[in-house]
């Protein structure tokens, strides 16, 4: 079965900074690739998604991810953080079958000034 | 488009209450889902549906949980009887898939903060 570690419980960075958040998936073949945001009090939004094809995807918000297949990975980045960017993030996978996302437990990113 | 939809937004009840969550699901989306979210465990599944048919329930905590889809724009996930330990964020959402090459954004709504004393 497929999985996903978001390996940081907890990111700060300074407003202004660049960021990158961490997700590893487990799974044998290519993998269907999502990274969610929850402001809080809300529910999670997409940010991001990748199913095949070129492996820079670009979201909303200023976000981007690369999927990098031989480090299992699908890292998160923004080139300058802004303090509304404060929130949890979640990747999540899901594989060829049909069988739904899998969450990883998220990244909590605090933002100062 | 009204987005995924649920009620109540906040639910204070009493150990031993019954309690039961409400979505509507957006239009045309064939796939719903509820998730529980604490700060101890994270975001869980518990119980998806594929075209109003429960597809997989493992996620289900225990069998006071039960969740039905008598159609398509409309689920219910109901705790009876409910206790302390049930506190958390209940969450639906909705895709027009569920998995697999179909697989397509889940939509989220904006949760049902439950709170049992």
């Known amino acids: 079965a497929q999985s996903v570690t978001q390996p940081d419980i907890h990111i700060t960075v300074s407003e202004g900074a660049s960021l990158e958040l961490r997700c590893n998936y487990s799974?044998?073949?290519?993998?269907?690739l999502f990274w969610y945001v929850q402001s809080p009090g809300q529910g999670l939004q997409l940010l991001l998604k990748?199913?095949?094809?070129?492996?820079l995807v670009q979201g909303i918000k200023g976000f981007e991810a690369e999927f990098k297949r031989s480090q299992s990975s699908f890292n998160l980045r923004k080139p300058s953080v802004h303090w509304s960017d404060a929130a949890e993030y979640f990747c999540?996978?899901?594989?060829?079958?049909?069988?739904?996302?899998?969450f990883g437990k998220g990244t909590r990113l605090s933002v100062i000034a | 488009d009204a987005g995924v939809i649920q009620s109540p937004r906040h639910e204070v009840t009493e150990m031993g209450q019954e309690v039961t969550l409400r979505c509507k699901p957006i239009?045309?989306?064939?796939?719903l889902f509820w998730y529980r979210q604490t700060m101890m465990r994270g975001l869980e599944l518990l119980i998806y549906?594929?075209?109003?048919?429960?597809?997989?329930d493992s996620g289900m905590p225990e069998d006071r949980f039960s969740a039905k889809m008598p159609n398509a724009s409309f689920s219910t996930l109901k705790i009876q009887p409910s206790e302390p330990r049930d506190s958390a964020v209940y969450f639906c959402?909705?895709?027009?898939?569920?998995?697999?090459?179909?697989?397509?954004?889940?939509?989220f709504g904006p949760g049902t903060r439950l709170t049992v004393l």
């Open positions: 959402a909705s895709s027009l898939a569920a998995g697999g090459p179909l697989a397509d954004t889940q939509y």
């Open positions: 799974y044998g073949a290519t993998p269907y």
């Open positions: 990748y199913f095949s094809g070129d492996t």
């Open positions: 999540a996978v899901v594989d060829s079958g049909n069988t739904p996302l899998v």
């Open positions: 239009s045309g989306h064939n796939s």
């Open positions: 549906f594929n075209n109003n048919v429960p597809i997989d």
